[in-house]
């Protein structure tokens, strides 16, 4: 007897859960590591194959376009030919633009400092909320981005 699927139901395997450390990342040793892991959260926080994700992210490494500075000057074309070249494709023009927005938020409010918007969140609850008023930044990017944050706030409470 064949083992049919119900219709309309579809099988979604569960995304890998990724930490900093394995992508040879400190988050808390400071800012360059925490902006590094953000942009890795971004990437994975989208409905996107994470392996795309991590490619992609490489790549912005590999180019320099690892500070929130960098990305801000980079032109929108150039982003879009970084993702596409990832494999980012599907989600290209869209991402582009909001790291540009995101970016420049986080330039303007904290200095470009995600370390400073930590320092400045009373506990985890209000730092989530300041993460998702950057653009493009929904639940989900906060909860991965938010994984290696908890030691920060653990800390505070000693």
Known sequence: MADYKKPGKRHVKPKPIHHAA????????????????????????????????????????????????????TPNRALVRLLDEGKYTRYDETTARALHICTEQLIRDYDGSLMLMCENSLDEDEFSKRLQMLYGVGPKTAEIFMRETQEFFARRVE
């Open 22 to 73: 394995d992508f040879g990342l400190d988050v808390l040793s400071g800012d360059d590591d925490m902006f590094r892991w953000f942009l890795l959260s971004y990437l994975f926080g989208k409905p996107i194959q994470s392996s795309v994700a991590a490619q992609t992210w490489k790549l912005f490494i590999a180019r320099k376009l690892d500070t929130p500075w960098a990305i801000l000057q």
